[in-house]
């Protein structure tokens, strides 16, 4: 089993700062990548960055420039800082983590999620 742990959310007004963290935890053969998604009442979960094991980010367009996903020298745990917040980042974010985990013969890839963090901006 492995288990993917977010904290961090909360309530900020429009222009204001938060600062997620993510740990995953439990039977990991090793990490693949590490990522935040988002979903807002009525909408998909959608993608707001992603970062792999060698180093390589990805984000949304919506919030390029403003939210910016890091580590500090391995891939777990990884930390999402989101500044410039919008009403319109307002969401359950998640964290998701690829990772192959301990199996027999050999690791399995795996795709796990925590149970997500409330972010609300004020406007």
């Known amino acids: 089993q492995v288990q993917v742990m977010e904290s961090g959310g909360g309530l900020v007004q429009a222009g204001g700062s938060l600062r997620l963290s993510c740990a995953a935890s439990?039977?990991?053969?090793?990490?693949?990548?590490m990522g935040w998604y988002r979903q807002a009442p009525g909408k998909q979960r959608e993608l707001v960055a992603q970062i792999n094991a060698g180093g390589g980010i990805n984000y949304a367009e919506s919030v390029r420039g403003r939210f910016t996903i890091h580590r500090d020298y391995t891939l777990n745990p990884v930390y999402l800082q989101m500044n410039s917040l919008k009403p319109e980042d307002t969401a359950v974010y998640y964290c998701n983590a690829r990772v192959y985990y301990n199996d027999d013969p050999v690791p399995r890839p795996g795709d796990y999620w925590g149970q997500g963090t409330q972010v609300t901006v004020s406007s």
């Open positions: 439990g039977n990991i053969f090793r990490l693949v990548a």
